[in-house]
């Protein structure tokens, strides 16, 4: 499918790129489920073959769910991890500080207190830094441990684990970060990103570490119940009720929500909307969130505030709150994330405008965002990262110096790929240490290793673009005239939720629309009408573009004619049921 490009850039200063599907696949799909030929299009471009329809729209975990034991060291994990509920064992669990380590942590904690296990959490904070250390191996061996696993880390903490073999601590790796291929010296590592993979199963390799943990657990129960450990009076537990935390935690890592990940977070949503796990019901209370869930609250309600307590407060307190019995505590934790996050807020303003000062005020020599303060908290650096890449559509590279090392976040595009560029990084000894994904990494190194760090990103960069000029790029799913924007076709395109990262929400082209009654509310968002020639007229808004072009040209319009860029969605505000159009960008026709 080739997309079909308008070379003439929008009021937004972008390019819009309106994708080509194969129209007899696309009526196939029409015909064969039913659907409107719009919905049947984005399926066909986003390359859901016929028979793999219904698993997209309707994901269910007893068909995407395969075999544990297809991914290595699976069955190795689990009967150890078996053994240790069986013999009553002190088993201790290294997390991460993000939303998918408290997450994962967190499942593999409830699991083990179903089944008569008390679990030692640490979840190290920013100062230790990301991973296991030899602090924490030292302190799980004052205390006589006897297993240590890893959940949403590991797969390149050589030193540590071979700090831990010479103290006779066996350790099991839950992960799903790139992997090398040297592995360190470990009781088993589970990571479905492992170079000798042979599960053939490719969604598999964009799960969570959340997701890694559940499907870990599911082996273990399975050997357990091998072994008769389940009886009447110790009944097997439901493992479908941690489904919330492991949608929770997939959408936050912003993984591709395909195959068994859809199953995932569309069950956990359904799991979640019950309100059954005590701390995020205090959570939902505390963010105002009446109705049911979707990804969006997940990634940009939730998700902020389990991040903020890991990145300026307490990063334990991620984890605590997940696994809380009592209400009260829980809305007391729930408090003080919600006040995390305000500060959180405030750091990250005053380390994106220094970031900002910084590019803008110096003359680029590569085509990256690569920045670094000596004041810059460690914790607000991925987001600000974030925001500079977005910002500049460029790979971001922001970076914290501390006393002791340099802490690094970088944020990608398509064309670059981050884990690649920091295992080459590392080999060249210009990175202590680093892992992440395509699009999204970590890194640590001396400061005197900056500007080396610097040029080498920077060739690595420019030599992946070839030197072309990167503009912002729309791609657009359809087209869709303002009369048939209804109530049920938004419902038809719901179909294809959850939205997230590898099936964002449809962009969809409205032609020739006029802007009527445009005003400026709230926080310079604007709202008006489209109107076609055919006499439909649809509500729509735009945010946060009453001081930009968009905005400029949607409140001075009369009568001039426009191409509109958005997504649909049904408007259920006060218990009406309509829709509404989200506008991200316009052009003159």
């Given at each position: ?381 991925g987001i600000v990262a974030g925001k500079l890449k977005e910002r500049y559509n460029l790979p971001a590279f922001v970076m914290s110096v501390e006393a002791d090392e340099v802490k690094g976040s970088a944020r990608s595009i398509p064309q670059v790929d981050l884990g690649a560029l920091i295992i080459s990084a590392k080999e060249k000894g210009l990175i202590t240490k680093g892992g992440g994904h395509t699009m999204a990494a970590g890194f640590s ?145």
């Amino acid at each position: 499918m080739i997309p079909q490009a308008d070379n003439e850039k929008s009021l937004g200063g972008n390019l819009w790129k309106t994708a080509v599907c194969n129209e007899r696949t696309a009526e196939l799909i029409c015909q064969r489920f039913n659907l409107p030929y719009l919905v049947a299009k984005i399926l066909t471009i986003r390359g859901i073959s016929p028979d793999c329809v219904n698993d997209f729209i309707n994901p269910k975990l007893q068909t995407l769910l395969p075999d544990p034991s297809c991914l290595k060291d699976m069955e190795k994990a689990a009967k150890r991890i078996a053994e240790a509920v069986i013999k009553k064992q002190k088993v201790a669990v290294i997390g991460d500080y993000d939303v998918d380590g408290a997450t994962s942590s967190s499942v593999l904690r409830l699991y083990f207190e179903s089944v008569g296990i008390t679990p030692e959490i640490h979840i190290p904070d920013r100062e230790e830094g990301y991973g296991p250390s030899r602090q924490a191996v030292d302190a799980f061996a004052a205390i006589g441990t006897d297993l240590i696993i890893t959940v949403d880390c590991g797969t390149t903490a050589f030193d540590t684990f071979e700090y831990a073999a010479e103290k006779k601590i066996p350790v099991i790796v839950l992960d799903h970060h790139e992997a090398e291929v040297r592995l360190p010296p470990v009781y088993a590592l589970v990571n479905p990103k492992r170079l000798d993979d042979e599960s053939g199963i490719e969604y598999l390799k964009y799960m969570a570490a959340v997701g890694v943990v559940f499907v870990t657990i599911v082996a273990v129960n399975r050997e357990l119940r091998r072994q008769n450990f389940f009886t009447p009076e110790n009944p097997e537990p439901n493992l479908m009720q941690w489904l919330d935390l492991v949608a929770l935690g997939t959408v936050c890592d912003v993984v591709p929500l395909k195959g068994l990940n859809r199953a995932f977070v569309r069950q956990g949503l359904k799991i979640m909307s019950r309100r059954t796990n005590v701390g995020l019901r205090a959570l939902f209370d505390k963010s105002g969130i009446s109705e049911a869930p979707s990804a969006f609250h997940l990634g940009y309600v939730l998700g902020p505030k389990i991040n903020a307590c890991g990145r300026v407060g307490d990063a334990a307190f991620g984890n605590k709150l997940l696994c809380m019995k009592d209400e009260t505590q829980a809305k007391v934790l729930a408090d003080k994330l919600g006040e995390y996050n305000e500060q959180r807020k405030d750091i990250e303003n005053y380390v994106l405008l220094n970031a900002i000062e910084m590019l803008e005020g110096t003359p680029q020599t590569y085509p990256i965002a690569f920045v670094a303060g000596n004041d810059w908290h460690q914790g607000v650096i991925g987001i600000v990262a974030g925001k500079l890449k977005e910002r500049y559509n460029l790979p971001a590279f922001v970076m914290s110096v501390e006393a002791d090392e340099v802490k690094g976040s970088a944020r990608s595009i398509p064309q670059v790929d981050l884990g690649a560029l920091i295992i080459s990084a590392k080999e060249k000894g210009l990175i202590t240490k680093g892992g992440g994904h395509t699009m999204a990494a970590g890194f640590s190194l001396q400061e005197d290793k900056i500007e080396a760090f610097r040029e080498f990103v920077g060739q690595y960069v420019k030599e992946k673009l070839g030197g072309e000029a990167i503009t912002p790029v729309i791609d657009i799913d359809g087209e869709l005239d303002a009369a048939g924007a209804t109530v049920e076709m938004a419902e038809n395109l719901e179909l294809l939720e959850p939205y997230g990262s590898g099936n964002g929400e449809p962009k969809l082209l409205l032609r020739h629309v006029r802007i009527n009654k445009a005003a400026i509310i709230g926080s310079g968002h604007v709202k008006c009408f489209l109107g076609s020639d055919n006499g439909g007229s649809l509500k729509a808004i735009a945010f946060r573009v009453a001081d930009n072009d968009i905005g400029n040209a949607m409140l001075t319009a009369k009568g001039e004619i426009f191409d509109v860029v958005g997504v649909l969605r049904r408007d259920n505000w006060q218990g009406r049921n309509s829709v509404q159009f989200i506008i991200d960008d316009i052009k003159r026709c």
